[in-house]
């Protein structure tokens, strides 16, 4: 039968495929669109299974809260190059997912992935454009913050993104809770406070200190104060509330927060980001 150029155009909104993968498999369907959608699914169960041990480092990595802030989403679409990252039908494709992971609010990857995107899950999307781009595409990260408000800062360039939950709603929470969340992209703390840092790391950072310590020429009686002061030190400079404020290096974040409501804190963070 003849396939017509709206026939084509048709199939290619429905898929994002190439106008000539389209037509060629709505020729092989005689014309039958929901059949040429199940070939280009075909075809991109092929191009993944030969691509399944590429290595996908690039992406677009994107961050969102839902409607009344209570929870908030990172993931990262990650694909095999930057050319493919850049593109954007790709970034399109990483918008589509998250406005559904938003809407669905999926608890795990898994979850994430049984959700319904365009009549198909996302797992079956990501195969389905796999195809189309010819590239292996996965889901690389996937995390979930709840609070009583979610804020989220996007880097330019989606290769880094935030969320950061804040202990109440106060009236200035989007404006504070974005701020801290560029704190988080700038400084990459390793916990909220102290009491997020595991006892394998502090034990580490004891003992650097103590060498660095001994090769000074120090005598063995002060090396557990000294390498107390280096170890708050430590704590100051990587856990996120003791850091300096990015936009006034005169206060704690801890102190910029108290400012905004009294005893207003960060009770959790993710940060997630493509080789950085």
Do not use: W
Not at 204 to 213: F, S, T
Request: charged share 25%; aromatic share 4%.
């Amino acid at each position: 039968m003849k396939i017509t150029a709206a026939d084509v155009n048709k199939l290619r909104k429905q898929t994002g495929a190439g106008m000539m993968d389209c037509k060629n498999a709505l020729v092989e369907a005689e014309g039958n669109v929901e059949n040429a959608v199940d070939i280009l699914r075909k075809k991109g169960q092929k191009i993944a299974a030969k691509r399944a041990d590429r290595d996908a480092a690039e992406g677009c990595v994107l961050a969102q809260a839902n409607a009344d802030n209570s929870k908030g989403f990172i993931i990262s679409l990650n694909c095999e190059t930057d050319f493919v990252a850049k593109n954007d039908g790709f970034v399109t494709l990483a918008q589509e997912i998250m406005n559904v992971v938003v809407e669905g609010a999926p608890s795990d990857l898994d979850a994430l992935k049984a959700l319904n995107i365009n009549g198909m899950t996302i797992g079956e999307k990501l195969i389905e454009q796999t195809g189309v781009i010819g590239e292996k595409l996965e889901i690389g990260s996937f995390e979930l913050v709840e609070a009583s408000f979610v804020a989220s800062y996007i880097h330019a360039g989606n290769r880094l993104a935030t969320i950061v939950g804040l202990s109440s709603n106060p009236a200035e929470a989007a404006v504070v809770g974005r701020d801290v969340a560029m704190q988080v992209a700038a400084m990459n703390p390793l916990a909220v406070s102290k009491d997020g840092i595991d006892q394998a790391t502090i034990d580490r950072e004891i003992e650097v200190a103590k060498d660095q310590i001994r090769q000074e020429g120090k005598p063995e009686e002060m090396l557990e104060k000294i390498a107390m002061g280096k170890l708050n030190k430590f704590f100051k400079d990587n856990t996120l509330l003791p850091q300096a404020f990015i936009k006034d290096s005169k206060k704690s974040v801890a102190q910029y927060l108290d400012g905004a409501e009294k005893g207003l804190t960060v009770t959790v963070f993710k940060r997630v980001g493509l080789g950085v």
